[in-house]
């Protein structure tokens, strides 16, 4: 993809400028069905290839049930709120791992369309970079954590046509849509609004 090379020089370059004791924090964020976790998966892929011991972590395992992160009421603004179990992400996982550049972690982990947790042990020795790819990782309470920000650019447009394809949750098309249209995007535009993730950003990848 067009721009993953420049990407991964950046990330080298901060990396080289941080302490080797150090592990560095890049997070890939970008609205639902923009891309995130595929460009993430071509940035590790490409730091790999450069010796850089990697830890790919994605948000979404980190997702409520759904019975906690949808709502019939204000649906957006309590997906913006509900839909990650973030504080307990970082705290127990990226922090620690930023911290010490090691962690191994037994934690409860859904997938979009699980109604009940599953164990899932972390395990990671000697990283040099984490790649946290996922939706609002970027809210203000997160964003000074990150020593490089990745947005990845998409319109709603582009991204419900994505989402339709690869039947986001198990729904139909016209499931989909809905979802999108009542969920996923107001919670985007709150998340526009309060927290300015693209203004944060230090890098924009455009994935329309």
Known sequence: MKH???VTTQILTRR?????????????????????????????????????????????????LPSVRFSATSPGS????????????????????????????????????????HEFEYLFENIDVILLEGIFIFKERFVDLFDQKIWIECSFKTALSRAV?????????????????????PAQLIHFSIDKPQDNADLVVDNN
């Open 4 to 6: 993953i090379g420049a």
């Open 165 to 185: 394809t690869r039947s986001q949750e198990g729904l139909g098309p016209d499931q989909t849509v809905t979802t999108y249209e009542n969920t996923y995007f």
């Open 78 to 117: 309590h997906f913006y709120e509900r839909a990650l179990r973030s504080d307990e992400m970082f705290e127990r996982l990226i922090l620690p791992l930023k911290h010490d550049r090691s962690v191994r972690l037994t934690a409860e982990i859904a997938k979009e369309t699980d109604n009940r947790f």
């Open 16 to 64: 080289r400028e941080m302490p080797v004791e150090q592990c560095m924090l890049a997070g890939i964020s970008g609205i639902d069905a923009s891309g995130k976790g595929y460009v993430a998966t071509l940035i590790d892929r490409e730091l790999q290839r450069s010796s850089i011991r990697t830890a790919l972590i994605h948000a979404d395992d980190w997702l409520n």
